[in-house]
């Protein structure tokens, strides 16, 4: 079946602008996962959906870092006024009970 | 706080021996535990991962991994190693309580097998 999705997969943007990040979950998945990994570095937790519930937010580095999730499926995220240290691989990962499946992931260049 | 520890940032074992990735953890309860891997220029892939019951669980290209709960640990193993299991090796804990399924996740440990 059909994995987790991600759009664009590069994405070069001039300092300053606004950059959209998409994921599209496995089917049926309730949890959603945003990570960032740096160049060979671990994973940073960035914002994590559960069903209805509220996000956990706890992860996003800034206020110009945010997240939706639309129709419990989708999610988008969105970094505003983009700076060279954002630049790093956006992970999405969607889960229903226990393992998460990651998708390709975003490559974010902030020049 | 709780924290999951990969205390080698790099592994070398040569080709046929078997190789230990180590993990271990600190955290309130009966955790989750799992383990991922990411080969060169490809995504995070799930390897396996310990529930409850039996102690040893074994997962996806011949890797399994012990869970000992005095030690709080849950080192990888793979008896015979292979070139084509150089990669970067994620642990990752979740806490068995609520219905927060966040992970809390290791430096990871990148292994390099020399033919």
């Known amino acids: 079946g059909a994995g987790v999705s991600q759009s664009p997969s590069n994405k070069v943007t001039e300092k300053g602008k606004d950059v959209e990040l998409r994921c599209d979950p496995i089917?049926?998945?309730?949890?959603l996962y945003w990570y960032r990994q740096s160049l060979g570095q671990g994973l940073e937790f960035l914002i994590y959906?559960?069903?209805?519930?509220?996000?956990?937010k706890s992860g996003l580095p800034s206020d110009r870092f945010s997240a939706e999730r639309t129709g419990g499926s989708v999610s988008t995220l969105t970094i505003q006024r983009t700076q060279q240290e954002d630049s790093a691989v956006y992970l999405c990962?969607?889960?229903?009970?226990?393992?998460?499946?990651f998708g390709p992931g975003t490559r974010l260049t902030v020049t | 706080a709780q924290s999951v520890a990969q205390p080698e940032d790099q592994v070398n074992v040569a080709e046929g021996n078997p190789l230990t990735v180590k993990c271990t953890y600190s955290?309130?309860?009966?955790?989750?535990l799992f383990w991922y891997v990411q080969y060169p220029n490809r995504g995070l892939q799930f390897l396996l991962k310990?529930?409850?019951?039996d102690n040893l669980v074994k997962g996806s290209y011949g890797f399994e991994a012990e869970f000992n709960k005095s030690q709080t640990s849950f080192h990888l193993k793979k008896p015979s190693a292979l070139v084509s299991d150089s990669a970067l090796y994620f642990c990752?804990?979740?806490?068995?309580?609520?219905?927060?399924?966040?992970?809390?996740w290791g430096l990871g440990t990148s292994l390099a097998v020399n033919p």
């Open positions: 990962a969607s889960s229903t009970h226990y393992e998460q499946y």
């Open positions: 089917s049926g998945h309730t949890a």
């Open positions: 959906f559960q069903g209805n519930s509220a996000p956990d």
């Open positions: 955290v309130s309860g009966n955790p989750y």
């Open positions: 310990y529930i409850t019951g």
């Open positions: 990752a804990v979740r806490l068995n309580a609520g219905n927060n399924r966040k992970l809390i």
